[in-house]
């Protein structure tokens, strides 16, 4: 979406025209701000959005959200969802803004870099923002409007050069960048378990490159196993899916191997479990609820023990 002014030309007919030059900080209400277009980046109630909310809280908002006009008379957060978020909890009505007039391709980068050195980025985050900034310096690139020159200086194809130019001004090699790109092809489910911990950088990479359906069976597969793939066993799925010798069992089977730093795991298998959880529960809840049952009954011996130890003495 470009940033357009509304005028009127010679003859009295309106049009739009790009202003790049037209720039002030005003105070704007919360109500006509709007988020940015599918933004990599999300909202989240964690510590470092409580330290805003306290900052906030006593000193106000110092540093003015970024926006820029729509057609519809809105204005489009380039950076600052985070503090609009707090203003609003905080019953703040109007919020100080910087408007920005610029071209799609620009608020996307300008939006990406604002956000991406936070002391905490999701992987799945850092992916998004990877992809949505070349593709937006791709298109740059295309209509010749490189900025500053230095993309031109950079050797190699127009792929290449931004992505190159991407990891140069991150501090992170070409390959990283790309490998970042690469789970953007990941389901969501599987993105989600990398945000969460629950699989590894690396295996998620190759699992990048199985189709949608092969990626359900690797779900299936982890839920079976009651495992997350290692770097070597996704390395073999994602053979095995290039030769077209996926299959189901295959994944089960590979993930049910014991890896050696698992030798001492106690597994169970859901059929053993679900004699004593109902059949909706998920691995994860069955889970939860054994470690309930042991502190619980760990807490009953311990009090016993200090029991028979005051009799004692």
């Known amino acids: 979406m470009n940033c357009y002014r509304?005028?009127?030309?010679?003859?009295?007919?309106?049009?739009?025209?790009?202003?790049?030059?037209?720039?002030?900080?005003?105070?704007?209400?919360?109500?006509?701000?709007?988020?940015?277009?599918?933004?990599?980046?999300?909202?989240?109630?964690?510590?470092?959005?409580?330290?805003?909310?306290?900052?906030?809280?006593?000193?106000?908002?110092?540093?003015?959200?970024?926006?820029?006009?729509?057609?519809?008379?809105?204005?489009?957060?380039?950076?600052?969802?985070?503090?609009?978020y707090c203003a609003e909890k905080l019953g703040y009505t109007t919020v100080p803004v910087i408007i920005r007039y610029m071209k799609e391709e620009d608020s996307i980068i300008y939006m990406v870099d604002s956000n991406l050195y936070r002391d905490k980025i999701l992987f799945s985050e850092k992916a998004f923002a990877y992809y949505m900034k070349n593709e937006a310096m791709?298109?740059?690139?295309?209509?010749?409007?490189?900025?500053?020159?230095?993309?031109?200086?950079?050797?190699g194809t127009k792929a290449n050069k931004t992505i190159q130019f991407i990891g140069m001004e991150a501090g992170e090699s070409p390959r990283q960048v790309l490998r970042y790109i690469r789970l953007t092809y990941l389901i969501p489910q599987l993105l989600e378990m990398l945000d969460e911990g629950k699989i590894s950088?690396?295996?998620?990479?190759?699992?990048?490159?199985?189709?949608?359906?092969?990626?359900?069976?690797?779900?299936?597969?982890?839920?079976?196993?009651?495992?997350?793939?290692?770097?070597?066993?996704?390395?073999?799925?994602?053979a095995l899916s290039q030769e077209k010798l996926l299959t189901q069992q295959k994944i089960n089977e590979i993930l049910s191997e014991i890896k050696k730093s698992d030798m001492n795991r106690v597994s169970f298998k859901n059929s053993q479990m679900y004699r004593y959880f109902p059949r909706?529960?998920?691995?994860?809840?069955?889970?939860?609820?054994?470690?309930?049952?042991?502190?619980?009954?760990?807490?009953?011996?311990?009090?016993?023990?200090?029991?028979?130890?005051?009799?004692?003495?």
């Open 6 to 84: 509304r005028e009127k030309n010679n003859i009295g007919e309106e049009k739009y025209s790009l202003d790049m030059n037209d720039e002030k900080i005003v105070e704007m209400e919360i109500k006509i701000l709007i988020p940015f277009k599918k933004p990599p980046f999300k909202v989240r109630e964690d510590e470092s959005m409580e330290q805003l909310m306290d900052s906030i809280e006593k000193h106000g908002i110092i540093t003015p959200l970024i926006v820029m006009p729509t057609r519809e008379g809105k204005y489009q957060i380039i950076s600052g969802h985070r503090r609009k």
């Open 138 to 155: 791709k298109r740059k690139a295309g209509k010749k409007r490189i900025r500053d020159g230095q993309l031109n200086a950079i050797k």
């Open 201 to 238: 950088f690396n295996p998620a990479v190759e699992l990048s490159f199985l189709s949608f359906s092969e990626q359900e069976w690797v779900l299936n597969g982890m839920d079976y196993a009651q495992a997350a793939p290692s770097l070597s066993q996704a390395m073999r799925i994602k």
């Open 280 to 313: 909706h529960y998920s691995a994860l809840q069955m889970k939860e609820e054994i470690i309930k049952l042991l502190e619980k009954d760990y807490k009953r011996k311990e009090q016993l023990r200090k029991k028979e130890e005051n009799t004692n003495v």
